[in-house]
T-cell receptor
Framework: QQQVKQSPQSLIVQKGGISIINCAYE??????FPWYQQFPGKGPALLIA?????SEKKEGRFTISFNKSAKQFSLHIMDSQPGDSATYFC?????????FGQGTRLTINP | NAGVMQNPRHLVRRRGQEARLRCSPM?????VYWYRQLPEEGLKFMVY????????ESGMPKERFSAEFPKEGPSILRIQQVVRGDSAAYFC?????????????FGPGTRLTVT
């Protein structure tokens, strides 16, 4: 019940395309859903986050879509750029600790 | 405005030795979290601390692992008698006192290799 399932494991997108990563959770007690971006050898960097009372949040090229009834949320990266190539983790927070998805390795081809 | 600081960045220990990892939270943050990341996997919660208090250690192995966050100085994650399976990246995160969502900001990590 504490798991967060993330898909796909890896994703290749052409420059300028839309990258979409999906996550699903079980525990309805989760109350905060952040996305992190991680480059090799670095720590995860907070990218964008959403609370369950909002269905969508947009910051620049990054958008989170949230479906509370389905217990699913997704990250959309518009106009994907080679610099977006990284590993992306979704997470769900409850009781002040984060439960992470398994990660998606995103490659943007120039 | 320094971020979360961790040291050392890389640590090599022989089996049976002790590993001591340090974390200094961002300025103004008094909540510290430790996570472990195995190769090609997501991060797994280990422990949540406030100054001089362990709030949640549900993710900590029962033996050999301990954590502290003293009144003065950095938070320490200690692993005694390390084994090969302890090889991983250990990340520290911090969050501010007054935050509705307790955003967690991560340090660069300590990569522990046990030989």
């Amino acid at each position: 019940q504490q798991q967060v399932k993330q898909s796909p494991q890896s994703l290749i997108v052409q420059k300028g395309g839309i990258s979409i990563i999906n996550c699903a959770y079980e525990n309805t007690a989760f109350d905060y859903f952040p996305w992190y971006q991680q480059f090799p050898g670095k720590g995860p960097a907070l990218l964008i986050a959403i609370r369950p009372d909002v269905s969508e949040k947009k910051e620049g090229r990054f958008t989170i879509s949230f479906n509370k009834s389905a217990k699913q949320f997704s990250l959309h990266i518009m106009d994907s750029q080679p610099g977006d190539s990284a590993t992306y983790f979704c997470a769900a927070q409850g009781a002040q600790k984060l439960v992470f998805g398994q990660g998606t390795r995103l490659t943007i081809n120039p | 405005n320094a971020g979360v600081m961790q040291n050392p960045r890389h640590l090599v220990r022989r089996r049976g030795q002790e590993a001591r990892l340090r974390c200094s939270p961002m300025k103004g943050h008094s909540h510290v979290y430790w996570y472990r990341q195995l190769p090609e996997e997501g991060l797994k919660f280990m422990v949540y601390l406030q100054k001089e208090n362990i709030i949640d250690e549900s993710g900590m192995p029962k033996e050999r692992f301990s954590a502290e966050f003293p009144k003065e100085g950095p938070s320490i994650l200690r692993i005694q008698q390390v084994v090969r399976g302890d090889s991983a990246a250990y990340f520290c995160a911090s969050s501010p006192v007054l935050s509705i969502t307790y955003e967690q900001y991560f340090g660069p990590g300590t990569r522990l290799t046990v030989t």
